[in-house]
């Protein structure tokens, strides 16, 4: 058979990544390439750089990956599925949840194969707690954090925290609750000079009852992406920069300290790191987007899946300019 033939439009920090991985896996071959920008990091090497997206369409590419900045995503996304291209856009899907439905429907109207590129739902780590969390290993579960904080990254110029990193811990929290939000509070701050706010925290509500809390800045100088999963048996904490996967288990032993009793509800139980399969997020989730162009899987984020972050991520910053608690 054929190696499908792939295109892929944005060559920054991102697109590297991409080129690099669909150079490596099987059944694809890398042959067009295009950014009006140019190609800062060599990522074309023989390939001619096209200047906009028209030259993946004239390349006749099976299926195309778009690492552009989030505000071309709809008119490069429109595009590709015009020319019935099956695509991968990176996320978030599109500035706001308008745009994002339309990039929805146009693909789904076209049988296409539309799919966004949550890289968190590739991590070994989380991959495994939400199998845990199905097969019951938690029982009930009460509640899920997250903290994901670094330094400013120098390649986002138009969006700020919230859609730029908080839509990986909307994704992946409603994806490991099998939920969707209900409602927001959120709080943002402008820290470093620019337009778009550069930390927001913010509590949610699922729909099934879960309490959510999220911290995320460009603030901090050491680099934090953890998910906290609290239940009736203990909690689980998955750090997606390593990928290592932890629980905490809450304690059988009976405690006889009378003056502890009193204010403690949960002892201290074992603790476990899992001996997880670690591979590349990156490479995962190309090779889910691979086996469902080629119809043979469906381990993908699909763009109505990715709407509903961008439209969750719009009520955050509404929430945080109302001071208000929003509906999702």
């Given at each position: 058979?054929?190696?499908?033939?792939?295109?892929?439009?944005?060559?920054?920090?991102?697109?590297?990544?991409?080129?690099?991985?669909?150079?490596?896996?099987?059944?694809?071959?890398?042959?067009?390439?295009?950014?009006?920008?140019?190609?800062?990091?060599?990522?074309?090497?023989?390939?001619?750089?096209?200047?906009?997206?028209?030259?993946?369409?004239?390349?006749?590419?099976?299926?195309?990956?778009?690492?552009?900045?989030?505000?071309?995503?709809?008119?490069?996304?429109?595009?590709?599925?015009?020319?019935?291209?099956?695509?991968?856009?990176?996320?978030?899907?599109?500035?706001?949840?308008?745009?994002?439905?339309?990039?929805?429907?146009?693909?789904?109207?076209?049988?296409?194969?539309?799919?966004?590129?949550?890289?968190?739902?590739?991590?070994?780590?989380?991959?495994?707690?939400?199998?845990?969390?199905?097969?019951?290993?938690?029982?009930?579960?009460?509640?899920?954090?997250?903290?994901?904080?670094?330094?400013?990254?120098?390649?986002?110029?138009?969006?700020?925290?919230?859609?730029?990193?908080?839509?990986?811990?909307?994704?992946?929290?409603?994806?490991?609750?099998?939920?969707?939000?209900?409602?927001?509070?959120?709080?943002?701050?402008?820290?470093?000079?620019?337009?778009?706010?550069?930390?927001?925290?913010?509590?949610?509500?699922?729909?099934?009852?879960?309490?959510?809390?999220?911290?995320?800045?460009?603030?901090?100088?050491?680099?934090?992406?953890?998910?906290?999963?609290?239940?009736?048996?203990?909690?689980?904490?998955?750090?997606?920069?390593?990928?290592?996967?932890?629980?905490?288990?809450?304690?059988?032993?009976?405690?006889?300290?009378?003056?502890?009793?009193?204010?403690?509800?949960?002892?201290?139980?074992?603790?476990q790191r899992f001996a997880l399969e670690k591979r590349e997020p990156l490479l995962v989730e190309h090779e889910a987007f691979r086996d469902a162009v080629l119809g043979v899987g469906n381990d993908i984020i699909a763009m109505d899946e990715g709407r509903d972050t961008v439209r969750v991520a719009q009520t955050v910053l509404a929430s945080a300019a109302s001071g208000r608690t929003q509906e999702c």
């Open positions: 058979m054929a190696a499908l033939r792939a295109g892929l439009i944005g060559l920054g920090m991102m697109g590297r990544h991409h080129a690099r991985v669909l150079r490596s896996i099987d059944g694809v071959e890398l042959v067009a390439v295009a950014d009006p920008g140019g190609d800062p990091h060599g990522v074309a090497r023989d390939l001619a750089v096209g200047d906009s997206v028209q030259s993946l369409v004239d390349a006749r590419v099976d299926y195309a990956v778009v690492a552009a900045p989030t505000v071309y995503h709809e008119a490069i996304g429109l595009t590709l599925a015009d020319a019935g291209i099956h695509t991968m856009i990176e996320k978030p899907l599109a500035t706001d949840a308008d745009a994002a439905t339309r990039l929805a429907k146009a693909f789904a109207g076209r049988g296409l194969v539309g799919a966004v590129g949550h890289i968190e739902r590739y991590n070994p780590a989380l991959r495994s707690l939400r199998a845990r969390i199905e097969s019951g290993d938690l029982g009930e579960v009460y509640q899920i954090t997250t903290r994901r904080q670094g330094p400013f990254p120098s390649r986002i110029a138009d969006v700020g925290v919230v859609m730029d990193l908080a839509t990986h811990d909307i994704d992946l929290t409603a994806w490991v609750a099998r939920s969707r939000y209900s409602t927001v509070a959120a709080h943002v701050a402008h820290k470093s000079g620019r337009s778009h706010e550069d930390l927001v925290a913010f509590v949610g509500l699922l729909e099934n009852g879960l309490v959510t809390n999220h911290l995320v800045n460009w603030l901090s100088p050491f680099k934090e992406r953890t998910t906290t999963v609290s239940g009736e048996r203990g909690t689980f904490v998955a750090d997606t920069v390593t990928a290592d996967l932890t629980f905490h288990a809450n304690g059988t032993v009976e405690t006889t300290w009378d003056s502890l009793v009193g204010f403690r509800g949960v002892t201290e139980g074992g603790s």
